[in-house]
């Protein structure tokens, strides 16, 4: 029953990205990247604040709790970020992940000196959400942030962690689109 529900919860949330996405795309086939890229970003963002506040919170209730290793662990649901990854992978004609100002993972690094330019753009906080060129790709970021105490904690608690005083609020990196 837990692999149904776990398939059910990512089938749903890929099935809503992806027509969210279908709908303003095929408005206008003259549709610039950077536009379809807000369009991804924004969408992509929503489902995974929707997961944090509204399933995760949910199943904590129910006893279910966000695990690293929750395909293996029983009572247990994939984290944010696994989510987003997750959903990513579902997509085949662009690239949707996550970057990380103190990644835990190497993949979740910045992957060109462009990329790391503009994570720190965003830091700033002067912009949300930022498109470019990058090496003939078109990419683009959205801030991410501890959107939930919960977000910081598993952060500061994680053994790989090199930062362990974040807090709900802090900008922790970015939801990336990738453009093939």
Request: proline share 3%; hydrophobic share 45%.
């Amino acid at each position: 029953m837990r692999t149904y529900i776990k398939k059910g919860l990512l089938a749903g949330s890929a099935f809503l990205i992806a027509g969210a996405l279908i709908i303003p795309v095929g408005q206008a086939a003259d549709i610039s990247k950077d536009v379809a890229i807000k369009y991804i970003l924004a969408t992509a963002k929503a489902a995974r604040t929707v997961y944090v506040k509204g399933v995760i919170g949910k199943a904590k209730a129910g006893g279910v709790k966000p695990n690293e290793q929750w395909v293996k662990a029983d009572h247990s649901i994939m984290l944010p970020a696994q989510f987003v990854k997750a959903v990513g992978a579902e997509i085949k004609d662009f690239e949707l992940s996550l970057v990380g100002t103190y990644p835990l993972y190497a993949a979740n690094a910045p992957k060109t000196a462009k990329e790391k330019q503009m994570l720190a753009a965003l830091s700033s906080g002067k912009q949300k959400m930022v498109a470019f060129q990058d090496g003939g790709r078109t990419v683009g970021f959205s801030a991410d942030f501890a959107i939930v105490q919960g977000c910081a904690d598993c952060h500061n608690k994680h053994p790989k962690t090199t930062k362990t005083d974040w807090k709900k609020g802090d900008f922790m990196g970015a939801i990336v689109v990738r453009m093939r």
